[in-house]
């Protein structure tokens, strides 16, 4: 009887501590593979990927990943380097877990420790020589003369960028995971286009296009997230890039693209959150990588500068 009491009373403590049921705390207990030993433990530790209750960390300075559980995920995302406090450490069939809080997330590159993306040299482009000018007249003639005005060395992101790396290892870019995942969001299903970003990430952070696109599922309702989203895949790209020259980063080159979705994404939640300056500052980087404009962002940029609200423009 009292061994029965015993277990009860860790089999509650469990349950306080992970948020796990009765039955579920129990069977974790019975299995015999937790150390259930009350502990604190403070660290620093990178989000690799979150979940509805629980975000999965490599803890800076030790081997392997640890599954937090914990209501304290919702502004967490992935890349993120947050301090850890874990009250409870154990395993579960060979899956590390803790419960405590995860907090204090910032953007530090650096602690990542990621290898740049390689970029291919497409040598120098004459814009001038390919492209169509803009007239005088048009209101973007005079920053496509100055961008424009000498050949500038180009480039392209690798595949791993657009598709991921289980895709690129694959050769087979086409297969897009961010393409199920926006079928999954445009029928409604966010939570399980987030779940696929979410493990790609966990794969690879330098998966570019899958930050941008968690990016635009909180875009609406959480712009803060969203910047987050971006930014990361902006610093992260920003590691392959020579950062001493006056580069051009063509949106005809399909790697490139998320690149500048993040820009632009990045760009118009500033713009959202009233953040203008910052906000004209990205378009006009955009602008610079490249002078064709594919996406449209001189008007963007225009309406900053003429004082359009972020309100007014996408109500328009």
Partial sequence: MTTQKTLKKRIRARMQQTGERYTQARDVLLAGDVDDTPALVEARGIVLKVNQRSARVRILDEEGEVTFRTSMVWHLVPGHVVDVKNTKRWTYQGDAYASGTVEKPTIDIGALGLEPLPLESLGDRDLRKIHEPFEEGDRYAPLWLEHTRQPRPAYEFHDIAWSGRRASDAGDIEDCPVDDAMDMKEMGDLDGARALLMEELHDDLRYLDAHVHLGNIEFDLFPEKALAHYELAIRIG????????????????????????ALSGYGQALWKLGRRSEAEAVFERMLALNPPDNLGIRELLFAIRDGVSWEMWASE
Avoid: F, M
């Fill in 238 to 261: 920003a590691l392959s890039l020579p950062a001493d020259e006056d580069l051009l980063l063509p949106w005809g080159c399909i790697t490139n693209r998320p690149y500048h979705r």
